[in-house]
């Protein structure tokens, strides 16, 4: 079946330090990778997406790119600002998008 | 807009009983989610509707668990005899449709209820 696995945390890093926070999953056929952030106290946000392999997804200085060879949708940011901190989710959908496979979260705490 | 709104945003509750969560989806997205994330691990799937049918309720983990969308708007997700095992947040999601391709299909996520039964 279908699941995702991403680092365990959480990851502390200094403001201005690059992040890399690693996701693989196992799919039975060609899923859309997620990447979803959740703030503290606030519900879950889309922060990226790629939807076939090569592609790259980025937003707010976020980047991560669906590596089919690898199965793998690692996220990345040049430097991290305190207000970064949060829990990650990586995440998969078969083309239906009816329904995720979220990994187990990653919490990311910034340090000033 | 309002987004999506889950009441309460906590319950606490007694081993044997009953509970009923509410979700209030964005306007007019036909499709709705429910999740559970249990403390420390990524959100689980549940159950998915379209419209006011259950579309795919596989994620149900057994027959106490059963929810309802009955003219296809707000839905209650409704917990028979509770468990300690029950304690999670449950989480609500809405999208515009249910397939097809992006941006259609972005879920949008409410808050959560967190459920402790003791």
Redesign the interface.
Known sequence: GDS?TQMEGPVTLSEEAFLTINCTYTATGYP?LFW?VQYP??????LL?A?KADDKGSNKGFEATYRKETTSFHLEKGSVQVSDSAVY?C?L?EN??????????TKLNVKP | GA??SQTPSNKVTEKGKYVELRCDPISGHT?L?W?RQSL??????LI?FQGTGA??DS?LPNDRFFAVRPEGSVSTLKIQRTERGDSAVY?C?S?PL?????PY????????TRLTVL
């Not at chain 2, 420390?40 to 799937?45: A, C, L, R, S, Y």
């Not at chain 2, 299909?105 to 959560?112: A, D, L, S, T, V």
């Open positions: 995702v859309s979803y106290g606030e519900g879950l946000q889309l997406k939807t989710f995440a959908s239906n998008f009816n329904k995720f496979y979220f990994g187990s979260g | 987004g999506v499709a989610y999740y420390g691990q990524g959100p689980e799937f998915y579309a795919d994620g989480l999601a999208s249910a397939g097809g391709t992006l299909n972005e879920q949008f996520f409410g808050p959560g």
